[in-house]
């Protein structure tokens, strides 16, 4: 089973990229320029401790200058203390300008996810959003926070060595140097087969996510079918193949390390051999070999920490190119730059020759006209896949229409603003989702100023009340990840009486009651009646006994308007909705006519 | 350090001879690092000696071909080193995961029910990678510096005593902030692992109800929600940077500070006459071989910081009690004839309010029993009871007689369909799905389930058939497709006991239908209990239970309920359309 497509987490230097990557620095140019300095302060108190310790010996203590040593060392413990100073604000504020660029690259993307049209949430699975927030912004922030200070600090200690060395003995230095290419060769040589070998363990990872994703959010099933030992199998499978490709990378840097060890011995013995033929041939002065064998030791470190630099790039090339993706996602929904706020409406509703679909050319809404008056109650039958759920997506501009328009008292939906037009249009869903926290936090969700007396109110009208106060907190019980703690039916209540609380002055409602028993069913229509005064709703059910009091039955088939009419009317009228209607009823009847 | 004791004990023993060979390892690095320098002063040595250039030659290349070998051999060993290290650590993170996988698919629906999907995901990824982490990286780095210091600190004075106390006289203070920094850091690690999680989970709950956010165009309550999830986050994140950029350079002064010790002192010593030149200049070599050692001990503490944290969230999931087990003689079952009794059952699912109050039901072998109740009434609860998705408070469940506690979990659920409210479907093909039970099925028999769920028709009508994909990373179907998908996956089992819970509510009308007619088939030699709100669902049944408040107000064939003029018969008013209509229907 393929379980997710493989992401690339690896990617070329891509200079735009890098300067999107870059532009987020901006705001802390100052931090960074102050980081810059602390870095090259630090580095700098690094190399000149050898130079200390051997004044100290050579000018001080083989002298015999007490007085001397005694300052020399008060400096150097001042030096000390001011590179604690250096050291902290160094570290905080790479930190604070890496933490800072990722809070607000976080808040970036999940702002633009709130404006992201269905399109997009219809497109992309949700583990993949998510992993926008966690290992992408991760790899940027690696990058920013650590890749910017080794590079700065481990160029200056290694050009600074280079230097040094050169100065020293010219000869000697490039001597030494000839083992630089080795190491390249060896580096660049290993890096592609590392490279592809946690490309490979990070996509047998992701593989294992996906996998682990899926079977804790499908649990009650696989427990139903007794599958947790075929399950356990499956994933130590999965699991087995992570461990093999982590363990062929880890194989991989075993492999590599000891050769960059080597290396550096080489480099020493290099120096040691024949910078002490030169000093036995006196060509060379002692300490010059002395503090070169000092820096040869010290060469090696910085050009391998230089090396892992390449990859974090790599891997912020990816995670940026991906999280910038998001960030450039067009909204094709969004509110019109002259969009004006929708007044408080009566609720007149028009659809004028609507076309819609949701890929290409495959309309699920063909030439759609529906006029309704404001307070009206307008029920949808048909088919599934007939496109009543469509016709209110539409409405409430979850998609725009491709052809035709959508009117509500007179104003276009398009002219004007989401949040005023949405406000109003009040949906309730077959599938309700409710968020994780209490009931309370769940019914004030449309309207978050509204008052506990308010809700109460509203319950006790649709007579869910009683079941609230049930429940083992009341209005404070928690219903957990999707509302997990309450059954089907009083999830859909819950979002029922949450619609009526936006008191919207349309209310849609998509086989809201499907899973609530008739009794309470009828209960609720009963308090609809009361509650939907003066407010335009429609309806759409499959269970035709709940939509007969409408004002006006429309059929749907095939994207289009195929019957319209009271109850009454299409009952007389013998068409669809007569068969539909017989068919729900005969059930009921026939056992009763026996 | 309990946290780390049971790692140890759990997980790293069993591959404890890998990771004594590794210390091993690291005993012999650090003896030829502490040996090499000692070859390399030979050689300096001999090239200012005065034997002469020819002797001196000699040396030199005999010499660097010793450190050649040397480094070899080093190198060998470094290789060794990292692999058994990385190994050990690897072996601990895969069987990890193995015990945590094991355990959340085992846990009871309860438990599920609390717990965030976010939540367990976390734990199984960055958690067991903290502690892997831990095991390989965080040993091998703790083994190497133990070795140095002991070996240094203990040259140092067996070599000069007095001098050595002088030049480590930072080391207590060192000590000081290794321990404040542990004690500091590690709170604030184990925060930032969980406000990580609950950003994510943040992220993850608005991305899934975004209908509902959008619905309501409550998307600045979202930004809030997820602002504040993120700032603390960064709150803590700066308050690490904090609590590091203060601690890492402080152990680095305590190293540094020794250099002050051994020059100040020694230029005293000197003049004294107590200490050679060369005393000083090794003394010196040896104290920077420390600093590293000394900076990674921030390092160590870190590592093992977050070890620990995630090791408590590992250990919090494996020791979560809510499992619904086998008794210890729990008895295999192979064929039963299907005779459910439910005997005073009393449950509760928080223990407070009773779900079922005193129920009590007998359900024959093979016979057909319709449940009919309000929303919250436990219905549903009784179809999760059969399969021991929960245990009873008291009373209880016999299935044939037997206790259902006293039979073995499998056993018992291989012989319970059940077609759940909520259809969850796995992301792979409707085949695959259909076959979710035994995966390796003959095709006729997906085919056979699929025509009596009444989805053959559709399916085949998908341009890539039976391998269609399905679920979040496949074809969307509608609610009532999947629900259908979901009746043939139960149907594949061929069960003896068969429940469905409210499993046509999402399909329309002529679907309905279809599916009640070839329901009258499939429950043919089965016992079948019919979850449902729905009056045109049950009324086939041998016998209506009618439900309310977790206990039985009516029961009855429809007939019989409908004559009697009660609840049952105001739930078929209400679906029945007494309005005018009626009239003109009832001449069918």
């Given at each position: 089973m393929a379980y997710q497509q493989e992401e690339t987490t690896e990617k070329r230097f891509d200079p735009q990229i890098a300067r999107r990557i870059l532009s987020y620095l901006r705001p802390c140019v100052k931090q960074l320029a102050l980081s810059v300095v602390l870095v090259l302060v630090g580095s700098l108190i690094s190399l000149i401790g050898p130079l200390v310790t051997r004044s100290a010996v050579d000018d001080y203590i083989m002298v015999g200058d007490m007085t001397g040593l005694n300052i020399l060392v008060l400096a150097w413990l001042g030096?000390?203390?001011?590179?604690?100073?250096?050291?902290?604000?160094?570290?905080?504020?790479?930190?604070?300008?890496?933490?800072?660029?990722?809070?607000?690259?976080?808040?970036?993307?999940?702002?633009?996810?709130?404006?992201?049209?269905?399109?997009?949430?219809?497109?992309?699975?949700?583990?993949?959003?998510?992993?926008?927030?966690?290992?992408?912004?991760?790899?940027?922030?690696e990058l920013l926070t650590g890749g910017v200070v080794t590079l700065v600090s481990e160029s200056a200690v290694l050009i600074g060595i280079m230097g040094i060395m050169l100065s020293l003995d010219t000869r000697l230095a490039l001597l030494c140097f000839t083992v630089i290419p080795v190491l390249v060769y060896l580096t660049t040589g290993f890096r592609a087969k590392i490279?592809?070998?946690?490309?490979?363990?990070?996509?047998?990872?992701?593989?294992?996510?996906?996998?682990?994703?899926?079977?804790?959010?499908?649990?009650?099933?696989?427990?139903?079918?007794?599958?947790?030992?075929?399950?356990?199998?499956?994933?130590?499978?999965?699991?087995?193949?992570?461990?093999?490709?982590?363990?062929?990378?880890?194989y991989l840097f075993s492999y590599f390390w000891p050769f960059v060890d080597m290396t550096a011995v080489v480099g020493t013995v290099v120096v040691l051999w024949y910078g002490g033929l030169q000093v036995a041939h006196g060509t060379l002065s002692l300490g010059t070999l002395v503090a070169f064998i000092a820096y040869v030791g010290q060469f090696f470190g910085p050009i391998r920490n230089l090396s892992q630099i390449y990859r974090m790039v790599q891997r912020a090339m990816a995670g940026g190119e991906r999280i910038f993706r998001l960030l450039d996602t067009e909204i094709s929904i969004k509110d019109k730059p002259d969009a004006i706020e929708l007044p408080p409406i009566k609720g007149a509703v028009e659809f004028k020759d609507v076309y819609f679909a949701y890929e290409g050319d495959d309309h699920v809404i063909?030439?759609?006209?529906?006029?309704?008056?404001?307070?009206?109650?307008?029920?949808?039958?048909?088919?599934?896949?007939?496109?009543?759920?469509?016709?209110?997506?539409?409405?409430?501009?979850?998609?725009?229409?491709?052809?035709?328009?959508?009117?509500?008292?007179?104003?276009?939906?398009?002219?004007?603003?989401?949040?005023?037009?949405?406000?109003?249009?009040?949906?309730v869903l077959q599938e309700p989702f409710l968020f994780a926290g209490s009931i309370k936090d769940n019914l004030r969700y449309g309207r978050p100023e509204a008052t506990d007396?308010?809700?109460?109110?509203?319950?006790?009208?649709?007579?869910?009340?009683?079941?609230?106060?049930?429940?083992?907190?009341?209005?404070?019980?928690?219903?957990?990840?999707?509302?997990?703690?309450?059954?089907?039916?009083?999830?859909?209540?819950?979002?029922?009486?949450?619609?009526l609380l936006a008191r919207p002055a349309i209310l849609v409602l998509d086989e809201a009651t499907a899973s609530v028993d008739t009794y309470t069913e009828r209960l609720i229509q009963e308090a609809l009646r009361e509650l939907l005064k003066g407010r335009t709703s429609f309806v759409i059910a499959h269970r035709l006994s709940t939509i007969q009091e409408a004002n006006r039955i429309i059929v749907i088939d095939d994207g289009n308007v195929v019957e319209e009419g009271t109850h009454e009317q299409l009952i007389r009228a013998r068409g669809r909705y007569y068969h539909l209607y017989m068919m729900q009823f005969s059930s009921m009847a026939s056992r009763e006519v026996s | 350090m309990r946290v780390i004791a049971r790692v140890y004990s759990d997980y790293v023993r069993r591959s404890w001879p890998l990771l004594a060979i590794a210390v091993l390892l690291v005993v012999c690095e650090t003896v030829m690092n502490v040996y090499m320098p000692q070859l390399s002063k030979a050689m300096v040595d001999a090239a200012v000696?005065?034997?002469?250039?020819?002797?001196?030659?000699?040396?030199?290349?005999?010499?660097?071909?010793?450190?050649?070998?040397?480094?070899?051999?080093?190198?060998?060993?470094?290789?060794?080193?990292?692999?058994?290290?990385?190994?050990?650590?690897?072996?601990?993170?895969?069987?990890?995961?193995h015990d945590l996988y094991d355990k959340v698919q085992n846990l009871s629906f309860a438990f599920h029910n609390r717990s965030r999907t976010g939540d367990l995901m976390s734990r199984m990824t960055s958690d067991v990678y903290a502690v892997r982490d831990m095991c390989g990286f965080g040993v091998s780095m703790l083994a190497y510096d133990v070795f140095i210091i002991v070996s240094v600190v203990g040259w140092m004075i067996a070599y000069n005593p007095v001098y050595a106390l002088a030049s480590l006289f930072s080391m207590p203070l060192l000590a000081v902030f290794a321990i404040r920094y542990s004690g500091r850091s590690g709170p604030v690690f184990r925060s930032i692992q969980d406000q990580v999680a609950s950003m994510t989970a943040a992220v993850q709950e608005s991305v899934s109800g975004i209908r509902v956010v959008k619905a309501f165009a409550q998307e600045d309550q979202e930004r809030d929600r997820f602002g504040k999830a993120n700032d603390a986050v960064l709150r803590d994140n700066l308050k690490a940077a904090k609590i590091n950029a203060f601690y890492h350079p402080a152990m680095d002064f305590c190293a540094s500070l020794g250099t002050v010790g051994v020059i100040w002192c020694g230029g005293r010593l000197y003049a004294q006459g107590a200490l050679t030149a060369g005393d000083i200049t090794a003394f010196l070599s040896y104290l920077w071989m420390l600093i590293w050692p000394v900076r990674q001990i921030a390092a160590i503490i870190r590592i093992a910081q977050r070890g620990i944290a995630g090791g408590q969230r590992v250990f919090e999931i494996l020791d979560a009690r809510d499992q619904i087990a086998n008794r210890s003689d729990a008895e295999q079952i192979a064929e039963v004839a299907g005779h459910v009794q439910f005997c005073d059952v009393d449950f509760s699912y928080d223990s407070e309010e009773k779900v079922l109050d005193g129920f009590s039901l007998?359900?024959?072998?093979?016979?057909?029993?319709?449940?009919?109740?309000?929303?919250?009434?436990?219905?549903?609860?009784?179809?999760?009871?059969?399969?021991?998705?929960?245990?009873?408070?008291?009373?209880?469940?016999?299935?044939?007689?037997?206790?259902?506690?006293?039979?073995?979990?499998?056993?018992?659920?291989?012989q319970v369909g059940i077609v759940p409210q909520d259809t969850f479907l796995f992301s792979t093909s409707i085949r695959e799905n259909i076959a979710y039970y035994q995966p390796d099925i003959e095709l006729e028999r997906v085919i056979a389930a699929a025509k009596a769920a009444q989805i053959h028709d559709f399916i085949e009508s998908l341009p890539q058939g039976y391998d269609t994909v399905v679920g979040e990373?496949?074809?969307?179907?509608?609610?009532?497709?999947?629900?259908?998908?979901?009746?043939?996956?139960?149907?594949?089992?061929?069960?003896?006991?068969?429940?469905?819970?409210?499993?046509?509510?999402?399909?329309?009308?002529?679907?309905?239908?279809m599916i009640q007619e070839s329901l009258r088939e499939i429950a043919k030699g089965r016992t079948t209990i019919i979850i449902s709100q729905k009056v045109s669902s049950v009324r086939y049944a041998d016998r209506i239970v009618v439900l309310r408040n977790g206990k039985i107000i009516e029961q009855g064939t429809h007939a019989e309920l409908y004559a009697l003029g009660g609840f049952y018969r105001q739930l078929c008013d209400a679906q029945a359309m007494p309005l005018q209509p009626a009239r003109e229907g009832v001449e069918i």
């Open positions: 030096i000390l203390c001011a590179n604690w100073f250096v050291s902290y604000w160094r570290m905080y504020t790479m930190s604070w300008i890496g933490q800072t660029v990722v809070h607000s690259i976080r808040k970036e993307l999940f702002d633009h996810l709130m404006k992201l049209s269905f399109d997009y949430y219809d497109k992309v699975p949700v583990g993949k959003t998510i992993t926008r927030f966690t290992s992408d912004v991760d790899s940027l922030n490279v592809s070998a946690e490309r490979d363990e990070r996509s047998k990872t992701s593989e294992m996510n996906a996998y682990l994703q899926e079977n804790i959010s499908g649990v009650r099933v696989v427990q139903a079918f007794c599958r947790e030992g075929l399950n356990l199998k499956r994933f130590d499978k999965i699991s087995r193949a992570v461990f093999d490709a982590a363990m062929r990378v880890v063909k030439g759609l006209n529906l006029s309704v008056r404001p307070g009206e109650t307008i029920a949808i039958v048909g088919q599934t896949g007939a496109g009543k759920t469509s016709i209110i997506n539409l409405l409430s501009r979850l998609y725009d229409v491709n052809a035709g328009s959508i009117l509500v008292d007179g104003y276009d939906i398009r002219n004007v603003t989401l949040a005023s037009l949405r406000r109003q249009v009040a949906v007396g308010e809700i109460y109110e509203v319950c006790r009208q649709l007579g869910i009340d009683d079941f609230i106060r049930k429940l083992p907190k009341g209005y404070d019980t928690e219903v957990g990840e999707r509302g997990s703690k309450l059954s089907s039916g009083q999830r859909q209540l819950v979002s029922f009486a949450r619609a | 000696g005065t034997d002469g250039v020819e002797a001196a030659s000699r040396v030199l290349l005999w010499k660097s071909l010793v450190y050649t070998v040397l480094g070899l051999i080093r190198s060998v060993v470094i290789f060794f080193e990292i692999y058994l290290f990385e190994r050990v650590a690897e072996n601990v993170s895969l069987n990890v995961r007998d359900i024959p072998p093979g016979s057909t029993v319709g449940i009919l109740g309000t929303t919250g009434s436990g219905k549903s609860t009784i179809g999760a009871l059969i399969p021991r998705f929960h245990d009873v408070d008291s009373g209880a469940i016999l299935i044939d007689g037997k206790d259902i506690r006293d039979l073995d979990i499998h056993s018992l659920r291989r990373r496949g074809v969307g179907l509608s609610g009532g497709q999947r629900q259908r998908v979901a009746i043939a996956r139960a149907l594949v089992m061929d069960p003896k006991i068969l429940i469905l819970d409210d499993s046509t509510a999402s399909v329309d009308a002529e679907t309905e239908s």
